[in-house]
T-cell receptor, first 111, second 116 residues
Framework: LAKTTQPISMDSYEGQEVNITCSHN???????ITWYQQFPSQGPRFIIQ???TKVTNEVASLFIPADRKSSTLSLPRVSLSDTAVYYC????????????FGKGTRLSVIA | DAGVIQSPRHEVTEMGQEVTLRCKPI?????LFWYRQTMMRGLELLIY????????DSGMPEDRFSAKMPNASFSTLKIQPSEPRDSAVYFC??????????????FGEGSRLTVL
């Protein structure tokens, strides 16, 4: 399984853009990169998924360089409600590799 | 759809007692996962099923833990006997994995277990 490494915690002020980088040096050809968000007392929730280049949805953007050995989750203009733990996962979405969660990055947004 | 439904939401029990956690996956999903979350170890995959068949139970910590999926709409995670170190939040998740979609995991709200 491709191992991921991401910062344990980050702090940000409201209104700022937050970028969380994840390293996955041994990502396989068939692997996709998926990010989840977890609020206290809730289960994780899917945010975004990508394979290469850039993916954007209503919540976030995901930047993946050509070598795919890392990825960056970008949250535009964060608010207090974005305070959560963010997990980067790498896996084959065809079902051959179950998704393994690491410790995640605890983002604290400050007013 | 109501999403993944877990019960009970909270359980407090004494060491040595049997604990049964229940999960109803989203209808039509063919994968079901059981995770355990603690501060020390984070979110750990315990076991997962495909079409009601256990595929990988290598994450189950010991023989005290067992999981079943008798049909497509119900799964149980049982701990017998329970120990204080089993205290954690147990999450159930389901997914419909096809090449056309993201393989997104849908999580329940979790069952918080406290073993005294």
């Amino acid at each position: 399984l491709a191992k991921t490494t991401q910062p344990i915690s980050m702090d940000s002020y409201e209104g700022q853009e937050v970028n969380i980088t994840c390293s996955h040096n041994n990502i396989a050809t068939n692997d996709y990169i998926t990010w989840y968000q977890q609020f206290p007392s809730q289960g994780p929730r899917f945010i975004i998924q990508g394979y290469k280049t850039k993916v954007t949805n209503e919540v976030a953007s995901l930047f993946i360089p050509a070598d795919r050995k890392s990825s960056t989750l970008s949250l535009p203009r964060v608010s207090l409600s974005d305070t959560a733990v963010y997990y980067c996962l790498v896996g084959d979405r065809l079902g051959n590799t179950p998704l393994v969660f690491g410790k995640g990055t605890r983002l604290s947004v400050i007013a | 759809d109501a999403g993944v439904i877990q019960s009970p939401r909270h359980e407090v029990t004494e060491m040595g007692q049997e604990v049964t956690l229940r999960c109803k996956p989203i209808s039509g999903h063919d994968y079901l996962f059981w995770y355990r979350q603690t501060m020390m170890r984070g979110l750990e995959l315990l076991i997962y099923f495909n079409n009601n068949v256990p595929i990988d139970d290598s994450g189950m910590p010991e023989d005290r833990f067992s999981a079943k999926m008798p049909n497509a709409s119900f799964s149980t995670l049982k701990i017998q006997p329970s120990e204080p170190r089993d205290s954690a939040v147990y999450f159930c998740a389901s997914s419909e994995w096809q090449s056309q979609n993201t393989g997104e995991l849908f999580f329940g709200e979790g069952s918080r277990l406290t073993v005294l």
